[in-house]
């Protein structure tokens, strides 16, 4: 079983800075592909920013320069650090990782629960 764990959401001033966190738990060989996407009311659910495990970084362009994503591989941690933070970035933030749990199966798409993003001055 494969557990994806989220925190550091909360509120924050515009302008502001939060760090967010998903954790990975569970049976995993390895872990082909670990992202953030949030959705705000109303609204799609967008990717934010992702890494692959060849290196490859995606983020969106509403992100770019504020946003930054990385790894922590010995704890099976992905980090999303945001900065100067705008209102419309308001939005519940998943985690979302595409794993391996045994050498000879497929990968399957996990995602978190969710943590809310809320900017308020």
């Known amino acids: 079983q494969v557990r994806l764990v989220e925190s550091g959401g909360g509120l924050v001033q515009p302008g502001g800075s939060l760090r967010l966190s998903c954790a990975a738990s569970g049976t995993i060989f390895h872990i082909n592909h670990m992202g953030w996407y949030r959705q705000a009311p109303g609204k799609e659910r967008e990717v934010v920013a992702a890494s692959s495990d060849t290196g490859v970084m995606t983020d969106a362009e509403s992100v770019k320069g504020r946003f930054t994503i990385s790894r922590d591989n010995a704890k099976n941690t992905e980090y999303l650090q945001m900065n100067s933070l705008k209102p419309e970035d308001a939005a519940v933030y998943y985690c979302?990782?595409?794993?391996?749990?045994?050498?000879?199966?497929?990968?399957?798409?996990?995602w978190g629960q969710g943590t809310q993003v809320t900017i308020s001055s």
């Open positions: 979302n990782a595409n794993i391996m749990t045994d050498q000879c199966d497929l990968s399957v798409d996990y």
